[in-house]
C-alpha cells in the first residue's frame, strides 16, 4: 500500500500486531493469577504507536514489557484483577477499531478497482 501513497494502512497494520503481542503478555498475567511473587507486565503500547506515528516508520523493535505497579497481595503476587481486566477490554476495542478502518479502507480500494473495471 505504499506504493498508492497510503500511510495510514501501514501504520494501522503495525497497531494491530503491536495490539495482538499487547494481548498475549496481558493474557499471560492472567494465566499467573495464583503464582506466588508474580509482577504482571504491560508493553509501552501507547509510546511506541506514537512514536511510530510522529516518524512514519516502523519501530525499532517489539514494544518494552514494564512491569506493572501494584500493591502485593499476601503471597506476593502483584496482580490487580479489575485493572487487568480493563486493560485486556480496551485492548480488544482498539484492536476491533482498528480492524475496523483497516477493512473499510481496503473495502473502498476494492471498490474502486471493481467499478474502474467497468
Do not use: C
Not at 482498528?98 to 473495471?117: K, P, W
Amino acid at each position: 500500500m505504499k506504493a498508492l501513497g497510503d500511510r495510514l494502512t501501514p501504520w494501522l497494520e503495525r497497531a494491530l500486531d503491536l495490539s495482538a503481542k499487547r494481548h498475549d503478555v496481558l493474557a499471560g498475567n492472567l494465566a499467573n493469577i495464583d503464582t506466588p511473587n508474580f509482577q504482571p507486565k504491560d508493553l509501552e503500547f501507547d509510546e511506541q504507536l506514537v512514536a511510530e506515528l510522529n516518524t512514519n516508520q516502523e519501530g525499532t523493535g517489539p514494544a518494552i514489557e514494564a512491569p506493572l505497579e501494584a500493591q502485593p497481595r499476601l503471597d506476593g503476587n502483584q496482580l490487580d484483577l479489575d485493572g487487568e481486566i480493563a486493560r485486556i477490554t480496551a485492548n480488544r476495542v482498539f484492536y476491533q477499531l482498528s480492524t475496523e478502518v483497516l477493512t473499510r479502507r481496503l473495502a473502498r480500494l476494492r471498490y474502486a478497482i471493481d467499478e474502474g473495471g467497468r
